[in-house]
């Protein structure tokens, strides 16, 4: 089956330090997009990525999707506390029009 | 930001009971989909629709049903819940725009089974 594999699945770092999460596919992907999850709230979208290689950048998050559209990875530079909480990737496979979510990174800051 | 309305939030209940966690939108979406998520762990898609009149199971088999009688509205259902079930259940929107458009999710109903 179409599935997307995302680590690490968790990540501690301190307050300053980068993080990064990457996702896999062992097929092609039309698209992928990327969402944040707080503690007890619910996934909300941050960006979608669409051509092979392309980068994009919110201000200290930078999203990447590979040239051969199967890895993605979003990196954050000099976390701050309110990036805490876990960051899933969701996939779209050419046919089908569903987003298929990887595992989730949950991202911890210790101040 | 997005206009979609779960109810109930939280929800504590007893074996054999039957639930409906209402889903309802205003932005007109034609796409609407239910996930299953269990705290700290990845969204498994369990319904989905089209359309009014559109249902089709998702990729994780669940007991409930559901149904889309109106373009805003897409309840699921529960007739008899045990405690397997407990879980958070998200409902998402999206615009019909083939492949690509973003999820809007509600804030979730919690569903505990005891």
């Known amino acids: 089956g179409q599935q997307v594999m995302q680590i690490p699945q968790y990540q501690h770092v301190q307050e300053g330090e980068d993080f990064t999460t990457y996702c896999n596919s062992s097929t092609t992907l039309s698209n992928i997009q990327w969402y944040k999850q707080r503690p007890g709230g619910h996934p909300v979208f941050l960006i979608q990525?669409?051509?092979?290689?392309e980068v994009k950048k919110q201000k200290r998050l930078t999203f990447q999707f590979g040239e051969a559209k199967k890895n993605s990875s979003l990196h954050i530079t000099a976390t701050q506390t309110t990036d805490v909480g876990t960051y899933f990737c969701a996939g779209v496979y050419f046919g089908n029009e569903k987003l298929t979510f990887g595992t989730g990174t949950r991202l911890t800051i210790i101040p | 930001e997005a206009d979609i309305y779960q109810t109930p939030r939280y929800l504590v209940i007893g074996t054999g009971k039957k639930i409906t966690l209402e889903c309802s939108q205003t932005m007109g979406h034609d796409k609407m989909y239910w996930y299953q998520q269990d705290p700290g762990m990845e969204l498994h898609l369990i319904h989905y629709?089209?359309?009014?009149?559109?249902?089709e199971k998702g990729d994780l088999s669940s007991e409930s049903t559901v149904s889309r009688i109106r373009t805003e509205h897409f309840p699921l259902t529960l007739e008899s819940a045990r405690p397997s079930h407990t879980s958070q259940y998200l409902c998402?929107?999206?615009?019909?725009?083939?492949?690509?458009?973003?999820?809007?999710f509600g804030e979730g109903s919690r569903l505990t089974v005891l």
């Open positions: 990525l669409v051509k092979s290689g």
């Open positions: 998402a929107t999206r615009r019909r725009t083939g492949d690509t458009g973003e999820l809007f």
């Open positions: 629709s089209y359309g009014v009149n559109s249902t």
